[in-house]
């Protein structure tokens, strides 16, 4: 595709020369009449055709050689078409500007907050790096547990202790942005920069959107999620789960004090922009968790597969 743009503008950008320089016109012709010595007739034709044209683009012919100055108009309109197609195909589609249409038609309260200025995603977190987080969430859940006295009455749901673990350690957790749909994402990119400038904690992705199937999955965990496919925010690109980067790790665990006052931090940072966080909840607390409630969502599988395609749709085209 790319090479027939170019081989376009090469073709408009000579024919064009052509029709300005009556020199290169005259050795254009010169050099076809030595190429094709058996072609001087036909050559002497188009010639004289051309300076009918010439002659015919004169304000004094305007009555006599009117249907000659059609053709005139016919390859000027041409151009200007092909002119058009070019622009059309090269022209750079900006995924941010896709977005920031998208918003300010469906979300202008968000688009406002925003300014019109639409957030980028960082880069997806290394996956050695989560590995490395669950490791060491385990190991300082294991020192807690040994520390205090085994009370049958506290349960993991109750304390609210290291559900990321529990979600994190599988293969099919998504930690790209491409599904997340623009309301929420950039809701959740407004609260990843506040926190970065405002108190000094570096955000990462371990989940965004979540398949129907994993959601099943984990809901067989009443510690972890009570809710099905298609009743969590994950299903539709409006919740997220995240964790901090310190000295090149991340932290998950909110065993970690530094970790616990990111997350408190996130909390009332998200709800500043509209978003509901997991931490307030009372029977799971779930601290890395976000979601934008959008107002009169349907929570079934055909909104699902919309909202999750409004994400994809500037997604595509930033990697285009």
Do not use: C
């Amino acid at each position: 595709m790319i090479i027939l743009i170019i081989l376009g503008f090469i073709a408009v950008a000579m024919t064009l020369t052509l029709f300005m320089s009556y020199e290169l016109r005259f050795k254009v012709k010169q050099w076809l009449q030595t190429l094709l010595p058996q072609s001087k007739h036909k050559i002497q034709h188009a010639k004289t055709m051309v300076q009918r044209m010439h002659a015919a683009s004169s304000s004094q012919q305007l009555q006599s050689q009117w249907h000659l100055q059609q053709w005139w108009i016919l390859i000027a309109g041409l151009l200007l078409f092909s002119s058009v197609l070019v622009f059309a195909f090269t022209r750079p589609i900006s995924s941010s500007k896709i977005e920031a249409e998208y918003l300010k038609e469906v979300d202008p309260q968000i688009y406002t907050l925003l300014n019109g200025e639409m957030l980028t995603p960082p880069p997806e977190v290394d996956q050695s790096l989560i590995e490395a987080a669950i490791v060491e969430a385990n190991q300082l859940e294991q020192q807690y547990a040994s520390s205090r006295p085994a009370e049958p009455s506290i349960t993991a749901e109750a304390e609210g202790i290291g559900h990321h673990s529990l979600i994190m350690d599988t293969q099919f957790v998504d930690r790209k942005w491409d599904k997340m749909n623009p309301r929420y994402k950039q809701r959740l990119l407004m609260v990843f920069k506040i926190m970065k400038e405002r108190h000094g904690y570096e955000l990462v992705l371990l989940e965004g959107y979540r398949s129907p199937e994993r959601q099943n999955f984990l809901s067989g965990n009443p510690n972890t999620t009570r809710a099905r496919g298609y009743q969590s925010y994950h299903q539709f690109g409006l919740a997220a789960d995240v964790a901090f980067k310190r000295n090149g790790k991340v932290v998950i665990s909110e065993r970690d004090p530094w970790a616990m006052r990111g997350y408190q931090l996130y909390g009332e940072v998200a709800e500043s922009v509209g978003l509901t966080w997991g931490g307030r909840w009372k029977s799971i607390q779930d601290y890395g968790h976000t979601e934008y409630r959008m107002p009169g969502l349907k929570k079934t599988k055909e909104m699902a597969e919309q909202l999750i395609a409004e994400g994809q749709l500037s997604a595509s085209d930033s990697n285009s």
